[in-house]
């Protein structure tokens, strides 16, 4: 137990977990990789994968750390979200409460993966009653919206987002409405940054397939290094979240990185954080203080 298990999901788009296993692999105590027994998505549909990617897992699994967990995460009756959040779910059960439960998705990679495992580890009390005690974890995504012929064009802030808890209540995809404690640890997002068909693909078969604003998708194709600055509100639900774009003119991860130390917009402040963090304590130190307030009046009435 107190183990650092590391869940990924494995779909249409299974090759980019080349270069998101890697960055966790040595910190990882184990390593679980869900894949639906009849290779199907959470919208139903069929997906391939090429036995050259199992070929390269079992070279690549030098300390035998990794383990498919092969099951039905297609449910029909259930919407795309929905079985987004399910499958989250039994990939925790199946990676043990009682450990820290980190959930990457395929397209995310870590910098600096160990700072995260050692920010977390100060946290170990919260394993020893996880249903009592439950809470999440967050780090901050880079998101990079699209690759150009020559660079990358990102989103200009860092967005928070959830990775690791101690107790999988998942409410939506792996999100459990809990109290977050954040890290300034930074996490490039390849989100919507693939070609044209794998990102049409993706917007047929994730979670937010029936939450896509009908504008978007016309953008991103019209947007590139040239004229980025001419346009504004790129996100792909709700387009305001995004507002900005930056460029760098580099396309590999190690040059992005290099950017990033010397980018002050794409640091999470000292300030910032501390300020996340009261804020969540607080919140829920009103909400238990609220409830114990309820339980006391509704036993005396």
Known sequence: ?????????????Y????????PVYKAADKIFIAEDSNKLTWSGNEFVVDNSF???????????????????????????IENDTRERHLLSLKMGIGNWLIQIDSDEYFI??????????????YLDEPEKNKIQFACFWL?????????????DKPMK???ATNYPNYKCARRTNERTIYFDNLVLHESIARTEEQLV???????????VNEDFLKKWVTVNETNYNQFEDFYYINPKRWRKLDYLPTRRFEDIKKYINVK????????YLLLKNFGQWFKFFCRKKALEFNFITGFFH
């Open 1 to 13: 137990m107190k183990k650092i298990h590391v869940g990924f999901l494995l779909s249409y788009d």
């Open 15 to 22: 090759e980019k977990l080349k270069l998101s296993i890697p």
């Open 54 to 80: 199992y070929e390269w897992l079992k070279e690549f699994d030098v300390d035998n750390k990794i383990e498919f967990y092969r099951d039905n995460f297609y449910i029909p009756e259930l919407t795309a």
């Open 112 to 125: 600096d993966f160990e700072s995260f495992v050692s920010n977390l580890r100060k946290y170990d009390h």
């Open 143 to 155: 998101i990079i919206y699209k690759y150009t012929k020559e660079g990358t064009l990102f989103v």
């Open 161 to 163: 987002s959830v990775f």
């Open 201 to 211: 693909c993706k917007l047929k078969n994730w979670g937010h397939n029936n939450e």
């Open 264 to 271: 002050s917009n794409l640091q999470v402040s000292r300030e």
